[in-house]
């Protein structure tokens, strides 16, 4: 069994990361062991390697916050799951292994017909984008909204879902070779960020009430969006790509009320009652067990490689999803 382990944080993540030979543990009372299927290598996941993410767990740590796997043993006494069902697994567990041990009444059981690639990225990103997207604005059908970094994977899922309520959008990107990837996915309006994004924005959407900025850049880039929103509208950031604070000018905060707000979607969930983060779970589970909703994948690698995924993860030239697909 394989794992990726790390016992220190340093600004290179590929550097401080190595994958490592483990025995087959003993399964205690309750607990299963899975086969990891896929899991996904986020921004966050980078963030944490060089130690610049909101939360950080204690070392040594195993990488991978969120990915599925089939079960492939039964501890004493574990119940609600099957012999190999597809799971999703607990968020934490180091999912970047070729096996987790988990309690099993922390695994939810997934359609096993259903891609396990694709389902391994519902756990964060999925969800992030429908919040964003309900709980700071009353979006209706027609309503305008604009998102920066909209090649990223939160960006792809919101683009999907804002078309399936007749929600617009105005997708900002920070490269050119970035265009035809997000134009792909169909939102309406593809652009790259810059000063006078606001003018070509107004061009572009014909003058049109903007009521929802989403930015995960941060810098100069917050204040783009801020002057493209109607105004009153906020701002909502969920993370900091640029690795500069976020920047709002008093032309849009004093004089057009424009607000900047935050979201992280794990103090959502330490406050959300447990009905109502199933009603979400049960809601991109659906969605992309039937195809309506999905992510680019742009490589996959085994866990053995675990240092050149990390590296491709935190590159800024990859057009889609960096995934850790073991080799069983």
């Known amino acids: 069994m394989l794992k990726a382990r790390y016992e220190k ?21 309750g607990e299963v062991l899975v086969e990891v299927l896929a899991a996904p ?24 916050n969120e990915g599925v796997g089939r079960v492939a043993e039964l501890g004493p006494n574990a119940s609600g799951v099957e012999k190999g069902q597809t799971v999703l697994l607990p968020v934490g567990a180091g999912t970047w292994s070729t096996h987790v041990t988990a309690a099993a009444k922390d695994l939810i ?20 984008a429908i919040l964003l997207l309900e709980q ?28 399936q309520r007749g929600i617009r959008t105005v997708n900002v990107v ?29 061009e572009a959407t014909g003058g049109a009430a903007i009521k929802l900025g989403i930015d ?6 917050t204040d783009h969006l801020a002057s493209c929103l109607t105004e009153g509208a906020p701002v909502v950031n969920y993370g900091m790509m640029s690795g500069e604070p976020c920047q709002m000018s ?5 004089f057009r009320d ?29 969605q992309i067990a039937s195809g309506k909703l999905k992510a680019k994948i742009a490589a996959e690698y085994d866990v053995s490689r675990i240092k050149d995924a990390v590296a491709a993860a935190a590159s800024g030239e990859r057009d889609g999803k960096i995934l850790i697909v073991p080799q069983h």
Do not use: C
């Open 9 to 29: 944080r340093g600004p290179v993540p590929q550097d401080v990361i190595e994958a490592v030979s483990v025995e087959a543990p003993e399964l205690g009372e």
């Open 41 to 64: 290598i986020n921004p966050s996941d980078v963030l944490t390697l060089t130690g610049d993410y909101g939360t950080l767990p204690p070392l040594p740590a195993i990488g991978g």
């Open 109 to 128: 059981p997934l359609p096993g017909e259903a891609d396990p690639k694709q389902l391994s990225m519902m756990t964060i990103n999925p969800p992030t």
């Open 136 to 163: 700071f604005v009353d979006l209706k059908e027609g309503d305008w909204v604009i998102q920066n970094a909209a090649n990223s994977g939160v960006g792809g899922y919101l683009m999907q879902i804002a078309a």
């Open 174 to 202: 920070r490269r050119d070779s970035a265009v035809a990837g997000v134009e792909e996915q169909g939102g309406d309006v593809t652009l790259v960020d810059g000063p006078d994004l606001h003018k070509r924005v107004k």
């Open 216 to 221: 995960a850049v941060g810098g100069a880039a």
């Open 250 to 254: 008093p032309a849009n905060v004093v």
């Open 258 to 286: 424009v607000s900047l707000k935050g979201f992280w979607l794990a103090r959502w969930f330490s406050k959300a009652s447990k009905e109502d983060q199933m009603t979400i779970y049960g809601q991109v589970t659906q």
